[in-house]
């Protein structure tokens, strides 16, 4: 009997060796892009001011301020777009820098975040 079980033991402990019984993660689908309305690009953004911005998504969900700089945050249900605002020369900040996340943390490309805030707005 004694036999029987240390000739069955290596098999057993082996076999907890395996997989752990956790499905692997399906791959996510690439984010689609989404075209930008009136065929611009970031060239719209880029250079704008606060107020023009407002004007083209509406409000923003945070808008802070550090010294002469600005961080204005706009989104909806696909993406969460950041402006980042600096002053050129002594002259009103301005958007020199976009930075885009689709709303779980994803990648987005900044284009279609801008896009996708756009067609809201229609």
């Known amino acids: 009997m004694k036999r029987i079980a240390f000739a069955i033991l290596p098999g057993?402990?082996?076999?907890?060796c395996g997989a752990d019984g956790v499905a692997p993660r399906p791959a996510r689908a690439a984010p689609v892009p989404i075209?930008?309305?009136g065929g611009g690009g970031l060239d719209r953004i880029i250079g704008q001011s606060g107020g023009a911005l407002i004007s083209l998504f509406g409000r923003p969900l945070?808008?802070?301020r550090?010294?002469?700089?600005r961080k204005l945050q706009f989104g909806n249900a696909i993406c969460v777009l950041d402006a980042y605002l600096y002053?050129?020369?002594r002259g009103e900040p301005v958007v020199?820098?976009?930075d885009a996340r689709q709303?779980?943390?994803s990648p987005i490309d900044r284009a279609s975040c801008v896009g996708a805030l756009s067609l809201g707005r229609r």
């Not at 057993?12 to 907890?16: E, P």
């Not at 550090?66 to 700089?69: S, T």
């Open 12 to 16: 057993l402990l082996l076999a907890g």
């Open 103 to 105: 709303t779980n943390g």
């Open 35 to 37: 075209p930008v309305p």
């Open 62 to 64: 945070a808008d802070v």
């Open 87 to 89: 002053p050129k020369g």
């Open 96 to 98: 020199t820098y976009l």
């Open 66 to 69: 550090e010294g002469n700089a």
